[in-house]
């Protein structure tokens, strides 16, 4: 029989049933048994491998995703977002929100503040600020180093034109404008240093076109706009897609040590102005007062009649003095084309009344002086003797009757030799009043002199007698 084999082996049954018997081998059939149960655990590790193989495909898949995801970008207000994919910019103006990009390596989306950026420039030009004080541009002028002299290395100060120091303090505002330039050509910690240079630059060469009097004086916005364009002129150059909006000069003084001086000059200026500005106004109060509203137009026409008369314009001149004599009245006269009327006022107006006035007063006497010539001459020819001794009479009760005439009766008959010396008291008085009047005819020909000169300044006419 063979060991390999199982043999059945026939025995002889019973009528009644059928059997059958089979017969292994004990060795074979462990080794049967054996394989199955390898065939079972094969199954299952290539089970836990399928199944591991579907976990590691849906992880790779869900990485992916992931990978995917992570180019969404948050991009907050006040900034600006640049995708870039490869290197290469592909959208350089992303709005604040959510946005896309491929993820890192192959695309990145930068973020960019796009809001205004204060700078201030407190040192670079100010003296040295001894010990360890703060912001400079809060520090008082005070503070810092007023040594007559300045070290460059140490103290800061500005060259105007006219050789001077000054000493400025700046701020600037500046954004970056465009985006993508400045992420290409600007390293974000060099910033701030950038835009400091070009704008001390712009200090240096702005300051240096202006004295320092009118540094100090003027509110200096010309000064500020030639800094902010050459220190704007300097950043495009370096292609550094930053706007400067403008540029403010907080703080400027001299030289520490002249501060005083400085000081006096301006008061000096400050004064200056105010009592010009008084003047003024007490020139229209005067003028006002004098013509009132037609003292302009006749100071045009008196000055128009002093500069015809000292060139020769006679005929000129006359028709300028019909004009203001017009004026004067209230009448409409023709001026440059133009019918003017002014209602003369003040005192001007008062001297044109007295004048009326006296003019018709002395008309009025000289009709009664020429009256009574003619009643003394009808009283001569009809008793010439008494006339005279009447109107002879008169005049001696008159002469007797002044201060100055003493009266001394003598008796009928009886003469006298009578040495009278002047009265010193009259005499003195009476020079007195000669000099009194030779002053006030000397200072009022220097007046006019004065004023002569004056007006011909003004209007530039040379004077024939030089």
Known sequence: MDENQDQP??????????????????????????????????????????ITYRLLQG???????????SGF???????????????????????????????????????????????????????????NRTDPMEADIKSFSSTRQLDPANNGFNITADL??????????????????????????????IVRAAVERGVVR??????????????????????????QETLDELDSGITIDRVVLARKSPPTSLIEQFSSVQSAAQNAGKNFEDAMLERDQVLNETAGAASGTLIEQINEFERLTEIGDTQGAEAVLAKIDLLLVGEEVEINGEMVQWQSSGEVSELISNASATASAMVSQAIAGYQLFEAKQSQFEANPELMIARDWSDAMTVFLNKDFVSSIMLPTGVSAEMLINNDPEIQKEMERRIKQRLTQE????????FERDLRRSRRGIEDPEQ
């Not at 004990?26 to 149960?37: I, K, N, V, Y």
């Not at 977002?81 to 192959?106: A, D």
């Not at 702005?206 to 220190?231: F, G, Q, W, Y």
């Open 9 to 50: 082996i026939e025995t002889t049954k019973p009528a009644g049933r059928s059997a059958s018997v089979r017969l292994r081998d004990r060795q074979s059939t462990d080794r049967r048994e054996q394989h199955q149960r390898m065939d079972a655990a094969h199954q299952s590790l290539a089970d836990a491998l399928r």
């Open 59 to 69: 992880g790779m898949v869900v990485l992916v995703l992931l990978y995917l995801f």
């Open 73 to 131: 970008q948050s991009i907050n207000e006040g900034e600006r977002g640049v995708s870039v994919r490869f290197g290469k910019i592909v959208q350089p103006n992303l709005e604040p929100g959510f946005q896309w990009s491929w993820p890192y390596p192959i695309g990145e989306v930068a973020r960019v503040e796009a809001g205004s950026v204060e700078l201030p420039i407190g040192q670079h030009f100010m003296p040295n600020l001894p010990g």
């Open 164 to 193: 001077n120091i000054a000493h400025t303090q700046w701020r600037a505002y500046y954004r970056r404008s465009n985006h993508a330039m400045y992420l290409a050509n600007i390293f974000e910690l060099d910033e701030n240093a």
């Open 206 to 231: 702005s300051v240096a076109t202006i004295e320092i009097d009118e540094l100090l004086k003027n509110s200096n916005e010309s000064v500020s706009e030639m800094v902010r364009v050459v220190a």
């Open 442 to 449: 000397s200072y009022e020909k220097r007046m006019d002199e």
